[in-house]
């Protein structure tokens, strides 16, 4: 569905060119040796980052572990950090690319993912009846990722599940945005045609998503 167009929220804009002039702030002083501004950057990101990581590999612990390893990259190439573009991208791209290479290097191919276990320690949320049929949705959103070609699935994960934007997107992966643009049409492309497919061959069907994959 298509949002209205409303009139620009200024004091909202005026935030967050506050913030964006801050955390430049905070970098020019990393840069400079300062690690408290660099912790503060740490604190800023950190949970998203890991949050990122995770939809690649299952275990938090892992995710945890290679946001860190993250974050000691980022700080020994914050020389290398081009001061008039945004920060954030630029750590996630590093974050993302440091988790792909992990992969590659394991040879993993499972992706995991669409639906992570966050909430693994709470009991079942009693309004749902059932829930080995959340369990199920998982498992099939699981088998229809793993058939989506990688370049394609990164994509499709960080903007429907991560919500980047396309122009983040692209700076993180080092691609034209018209680029990105593309390989999401085609990844949820991809999605709905396997999809479909799986749901016609079972006896028990899952009701097919609409506008991209399905939300947790």
């Known amino acids: 569905m298509l949002k209205t167009m409303t009139e620009p929220d200024l004091e909202l804009e ?3 060119l506050a913030s964006a ?4 702030r905070l970098v020019e002083e990393a840069r400079r040796g300062n690690r408290q501004a660099f912790g503060e950057l740490v ?9 990122v990581i995770q939809q690649f590999v299952k275990s938090p612990e892992l995710a945890e572990d290679l946001a860190q390893e993250t ?3 980022v700080y020994e190439r914050l020389d290398q950090f081009d001061p008039s573009r ?15 290479d992990y992969i590659r290097r394991r040879k993993r191919r499972g992706w995991w993912l669409l639906f992570t276990d966050r909430n693994s320690e709470k009991s ?5 009846v059932d829930p080995r049929q959340a369990m199920d949705l998982q498992q099939e959103v699981e088998a229809v990722l793993e058939q989506i070609p990688e370049n394609y699935r990164i994509v499709l994960m960080l903007r429907d599940l991560q919500n980047f934007s396309t122009s983040e997107i692209a700076t993180m992966l080092d691609r034209k945005e018209a680029t990105i643009r593309w390989r999401l049409a085609e990844a949820r492309s991809m999605f709905q045609e396997i999809w479909v497919k799986r749901r ?5 069907p899952v009701p097919v998503p609409s506008g991209g994959t399905p939300a947790a």
């Open 14 to 16: 005026s935030d967050d």
């Open 21 to 24: 002039v801050n955390e430049s």
């Open 43 to 51: 604190m800023r990101y950190e949970r998203r980052l890991i949050r």
């Open 71 to 73: 974050f000691m990259k």
């Open 86 to 100: 945004r920060f954030g991208p630029w750590l996630f791209r590093i974050g993302v690319n440091q988790t792909l």
């Open 124 to 128: 079942p949320d009693p309004e749902i």
């Open 200 to 204: 016609d061959s079972t006896s028990s």
